[in-house]
């Protein structure tokens, strides 16, 4: 198994530009997420899937769009870019939907470094 | 969830015992305690996670306090591979898997 697989691992944009972020998992896992990492931030959670076709926000939603119509997919849309959104981007994904035990163990991917100048 | 605290930074002799605190006294009966870590420039990684009584696995060791208001993970014998972030979340079971992860304790295991 692969895991989780981003990419691309960098991406430089201008500001007002569009781009995808893509996320694949291989492990036929239910939950997926994406978070993003800054600097003495933490990581902050900005959507999730429960699985195909459904979707919910997270603590930090504005600007991104998501969609889930296969279970390994799950891409992150940035609709016009903004500096503010340069970040270190995770993508997530567990097994169970419900959680408990080990279905809560969250798997991630190696991240992607984005610049918006 | 229940609001988590660590402290921001400490520091362990490679070989000895790593025990990073966390506390969480608002935590309700049906929030696990979790941990993560993150080394430099890669996707977290989990740890270990429990309820309600001490866990263990080749990783490294959770001990819960007994009214469940702060929890302690041990490195038996840190390596300098450890070094990272750790991060000690409380969340419901059950329900969405929403981790919300804080900033986290570095932990720098010194040669």
């Known amino acids: 198994n692969a895991g989780v697989t981003q990419t691309p691992k960098f991406q430089v944009l201008k500001t007002g530009q569009s781009m995808t972020l893509q996320c694949a998992q291989d492990?036929?896992?239910?939950?997926m997420s994406w978070y993003r990492q800054d600097p003495g931030m933490g990581l902050r959670l900005i959507h999730y899937s429960v699985g195909a076709g459904i979707t919910d926000q997270g603590e930090v939603p504005n600007g991104y769009n998501v969609s889930r119509s296969t279970t390994e997919d799950f891409p992150l849309r940035l609709l016009s870019a903004a500096p503010s959104q340069t970040s270190v981007y995770f993508c997530?994904?567990?097994?169970?939907?419900?959680?408990?035990?080990?279905?809560?163990?969250?798997?991630f991917g190696s991240g992607t470094q984005l610049s918006v100048l | 969830d229940a609001k988590t605290t660590q402290p921001p930074s400490m520091d362990c002799a490679e070989g000895r015992a790593a025990n990073l605190p966390c506390n969480h006294s608002?935590?309700?009966?049906?929030?696990?305690v979790y941990w993560y870590r993150q080394i430099h420039s890669q996707g977290p990684q989990y740890i270990i996670h429990?309820?309600?009584n001490n866990e263990t696995n080749e990783m490294a060791s959770l001990i819960i306090t007994e009214d469940r208001k702060s929890s302690t993970l041990i490195l038996p014998h840190a390596t300098l591979r450890d070094t990272a972030v750790y991060y000690c979340i409380v969340r419901v079971g059950g329900a969405t898997n929403k981790l919300i992860f804080g900033t986290g304790t570095l932990l720098a295991v010194q040669p």
């Open positions: 429990g309820l309600k």
């Open positions: 492990m036929n896992h239910e939950y």
């Open positions: 997530a994904s567990s097994y169970s939907r419900t959680g408990g035990g080990i279905g809560e163990k969250l798997f």
């Open positions: 608002t935590i309700s009966g049906n929030e696990y």
